[in-house]
């Protein structure tokens, strides 16, 4: 079955900069690849998400990039401010399977 | 609309109890699929139904069970609880029709096993 790892697991960084969260996964056959936010004590929530068919996505200050040959996929937050620390986790569907999520990404943006 | 919702929101059992948790999904959503989350281990997946049918169910041991009424809400049931199932259960319901992309997350149940 499909298999995520997300790296890194505990990443700050300083307000104003940027934070990249990169995960890989195994099934060639995965072509949905969403990112989630959870706040502390909050519950996720869906921030972005990109298909197998397009290689880049933004949505104002996050994006994420897909490489399907190395089966990679990495989300980007630029400007980072404080709201921006939580746990991010990271997704892959293959086809009508269910989603497999990457183990989480805690970012911390320190003012 | 309402969101997900999920109860209890926090529940303390003891262990070879067993446990019933409930979600109401967002009103219009067929499809609903349950997470235990686990400090450091993510979301492992659980179930996955769409119009009270289960269409796919992870790798956990068969205490685990659930169902889905003709309402679309929820239900999972845990039997003979042990330390190990303490965590947060979430419940997600998706609008895609049974393609369960773009989920839509409760605030979870937090089961505590003592």
């Known amino acids: 079955g499909e298999n995520v790892e997300q790296h890194p697991s505990t990443l700050s960084v300083q307000e104003g900069d940027s934070a990249v969260i990169k995960c890989t996964y195994s099934?060639?056959?995965?072509?949905?690849f969403p990112w989630y936010k959870q706040e502390l004590g909050k519950r996720p929530q869906l921030i972005i998400d990109i298909r197998s068919n397009v290689g880049e996505k933004k949505d104002q200050r996050i994006a994420v990039t897909l490489n399907k040959t190395a089966k990679h996929f990495s989300l980007h937050i630029t400007e980072t401010q404080p709201e921006d620390s939580a746990v991010y986790f990271c997704?892959?569907?293959?086809?009508?399977?269910?989603?497999?999520f990457g183990k989480g990404t805690r970012l911390s943006v320190i003012a | 609309k309402a969101g997900v919702t999920q109860t209890p929101r926090y529940l303390i059992k003891t262990r070879g109890q067993q446990v019933t948790l409930s979600c109401s999904p967002i009103s219009g959503h067929r499809s609903v699929s349950w997470y235990q989350q686990t400090p450091g281990q993510g979301l492992q997946f659980l179930f996955e139904y769409f119009s009270e049918t289960q269409r796919n169910k992870g790798n956990f041991p068969g205490r685990f069970s659930g169902r889905q009424f003709s309402n679309s809400r929820s239900e999972m049931n845990v039997s003979t609880l042990e330390l190990g199932d303490s965590a947060l259960y979430l419940c997600?319901?998706?609008?895609?029709?049974?393609?369960?992309?773009?989920?839509?997350f409760g605030s979870g149940t937090q089961l505590s096993v003592l």
């Open positions: 997704a892959a569907k293959p086809g009508n399977t269910p989603l497999v």
């Open positions: 997600a319901s998706s609008p895609d029709r049974g393609r369960n992309e773009k989920l839509f």
């Open positions: 099934d060639s056959a995965s072509n949905y």
